[in-house]
C-alpha cells in the first residue's frame, strides 16, 4: 500500500553558524578596547616625537581629578618621594614615567615631577600617545 521513503539524516548547522558568528563579533566589539597600562582610566595626550621604551621604568599616574598613584594605589606627593627614594638609590638610572591625564593642570604635573626628582630621579618621563 502506502511505501515510505526512508528520510536521509540531516544536520542542521544553521544554529552553530548563529553562534560562531555572536563569537567574532563579540570579540571584535571587545577586543578594541583600551585598558590603560595602570588600570587607570587615562585619557593620554598625544606626540609625534613618541618612542617606546625598552627598560625597566616605575609607573606613577595622575587621574583627571589630579589624584596620583602609584603601584595601584592612590598616594601623597611626600609618600611618592619616600617610595620611589629606595628605587632610585638601588638603580642610578632608574626611569620613572609619569601618565597624566589630559586635563591634568600643568601646576600638579610639574609638583608631581618635583616629588620625583626630590627621590633622586634626575629625568622623569612623560606618557603621550604616538599620533597616527
Known amino acids: 500500500m502506502f511505501q515510505r521513503k526512508p528520510e536521509i539524516p540531516r544536520l542542521d548547522i544553521v544554529p552553530m553558524i548563529d553562534v560562531m558568528f555572536y563569537l567574532v563579533i563579540f570579540f571584535m566589539v571587545f577586543m578594541t578596547f583600551r585598558t590603560s597600562v595602570s588600570g587607570i582610566p587615562l585619557e593620554l595626550p598625544s606626540s609625534n616625537q613618541a618612542v617606546p621604551l625598552k627598560e625597566e621604568r616605575v609607573m606613577v599616574t595622575i587621574d583627571r ?12 606627593l611626600s609618600k611618592l618621594t ?3 627614594s629606595p628605587l632610585a638609590a638601588a638603580n642610578p638610572n632608574l626611569l ?3 601618565n597624566a591625564d589630559a586635563q591634568v593642570t ?8 618635583d616629588a620625583i626628582t626630590d627621590a633622586g630621579v ?7 600617545e604616538k599620533k597616527n
Open 122 to 128: 634626575a629625568q622623569p618621563a612623560l606618557a603621550v
Open 106 to 113: 600643568y601646576g600638579r604635573l610639574i609638583a608631581v615631577m
Open 96 to 98: 620613572v614615567v609619569i
Open 65 to 76: 581629578q589630579e589624584k596620583v598613584y602609584f603601584d595601584d594605589g592612590e598616594i601623597s
Open 82 to 84: 619616600e617610595r620611589i
